[in-house]
Nanobody
Framework: QVQLVESGGGLVQTGDSLRLSCAAS????????TGWFRQAPGKARDFVAA????????YYADSVKGRFTISRDNAKNTVYLQMIDLKPEDTAVYYC????????????????????WGQGTQVTVSS
């Protein structure tokens, strides 16, 4: 199986930056793509960004495009989410997830297409 461990969350002010990390272990060779999702209190878990492990293609939600960057380091089996110009509306628990099936275009957006999840890390942006 695949295990995912997240780190890097914290309390920051509007305009600050954070880098989240997601370290994968286990059957990492089976991962097709890795995504980041976030969930605010009382809200659904929403797509943030994803990266394919084969060709490094990336995808972003409109709400974070231009501010967040997803990347990976295969040697470390780690995916990163670099967040800049953080806003209070970015406050949420951030989860990383691994998708083992290729699926069709756009499948990376939906939680039900991911097979493994991390524990979540809290990001709080104060105004």
């Amino acid at each position: 199986q695949v295990q995912l461990v997240e780190s890097g969350g914290g309390l920051v002010q509007t305009g600050d930056s954070l880098r989240l990390s997601c370290a994968a272990s286990g059957r990492t060779f089976s991962i097709y793509a890795t995504g980041w999702f976030r969930q605010a209190p009382g809200k659904a878990r929403d797509f943030v960004a994803a990266i394919k492990m084969g060709d490094t293609r990336t995808y972003y939600a409109d709400s974070v495009k231009g501010r967040f960057t997803i990347s990976r380091d295969n040697a470390k089996n780690t995916v990163y989410l670099q967040m800049i110009d953080l806003k209070p509306e970015d406050t949420a628990v951030y989860y990383c997830a691994a998708k083992v099936s290729g699926g069709s275009a756009g499948s990376y957006k939906y939680t039900y297409n991911y097979n493994y999840w991390g524990q979540g890390t809290q990001v709080t942006v104060s105004s």
